[in-house]
């Protein structure tokens, strides 16, 4: 089944104690989109400024990622810079520049599959609901978020989550959004919300899945070197909602392993800048990680 992805697109400016980049590929979709390409078809809605590298379009057409919803504005492309220190889990925001992303409304296309699966990757909550209520999908709903649009658009946040399948968010914004220490309380809250399935995040200490019929966790997957872990949440959405658009039906073996997709794709993601960690893999490099992953976990 087809997966439309919508978010950020982003050049982002990293520094972390293993190097630095300038301007390279960032955003929400543009991790996530290519995480879920190694399984599913996937069209693409966001917006980039008229300076965007023609490079990207040739790489996002290479791996069948569809661009007629990507448009391209007159002005500069939304950009990220941040700092990362010994302590990955944080980033120090130097700037943020909206530029063409501030307002955006896509014109969503006609022969955008209402059908199809859908990610609403991490953006203001506002804008997904009006993708959602114009895509109006009856496949698969899965939504991203973090602590800024839990802090001042909580209220547009939990309205979402009436709509969605599929809910993901760090293990920080669980307690932020449910006021519970716990996160199996934390879930449950969510869960209350609307959501039907809930994915924490935990970064390098894995991932929770919460369904009132499916418990499940995940460790993430060990690696010696990392390099830049920004996008890694959206490559795990990515993954995950990509591999499930894969299957025939989504059963609890699916959505198990498709949280062990996630956190795989998101290793390969962090060991590099940007999504060159994902440009260098093939399928087998992902099965050879997969069932690695199964003698790691094995008991």
Not at 40 to 64: A, C, H, Q, W
Request: a positive charge; proline letters at 3%.
């Amino acid at each position: 089944m087809a997966l439309t992805v919508i978010g950020s697109i982003a050049l982002d400016s990293v520094e972390t104690p293993f190097g630095k980049r300038e301007e390279v590929l960032g955003g929400s979709a543009s991790y996530g989109s290519v995480s879920a390409s190694f399984f599913s078809p996937v069209n693409l809605i966001s917006v980039v400024g008229t300076d965007f590298p023609e490079k990207y379009f040739k790489m996002f057409s290479k791996r069948g990622i569809g661009t007629s919803a990507l448009e391209r504005k007159k002005g500069k492309t939304f950009r990220w810079k941040a700092r990362y220190h010994y302590d990955l889990s944080y980033a120090e925001t130097i700037s943020t520049h909206l530029n063409v992303f501030t307002g955006f409304r896509p014109a969503i296309p006609r022969n955008m599959n209402s059908k199809g699966n859908l990610l609403l990757a991490n953006i203001d909550p506002e804008l997904q609901d009006w993708i959602f209520e114009r895509i109006k999908p009856s496949g698969l709903v899965a939504c991203d978020t973090m602590n800024l649009w839990i802090e001042n658009k909580k209220k547009a946040l939990l309205k979402l989550l009436k709509k969605v399948d599929l809910f993901l968010l760090n293990d920080a914004e669980a307690r932020q959004l449910s006021g519970q220490r716990n996160l199996l309380e934390a879930a449950r809250y969510i869960s209350d919300k609307g959501a039907r399935m809930i994915v924490i995040k935990k970064g390098e200490h894995g991932a929770l899945f919460y369904s009132r019929g499916l418990r499940f966790i995940v460790p993430a997957y060990l690696l010696e070197t990392i390099a830049d872990p920004t996008g890694a949440g959206d490559t795990f959405a990515g993954g995950m909602i990509g591999y499930l658009s894969k299957r025939s039906r989504i059963t609890d073996k699916s959505l198990r392993r498709s949280l062990v997709y996630g956190s795989i794709l998101a290793s390969f993601a962090v060991e590099k800048f940007s999504i060159e960690g994902l440009l260098k893999i093939t399928p087998e490099d992902i099965k050879n990680r997969y069932e690695h992953f199964e003698k790691l976990t094995k008991f």
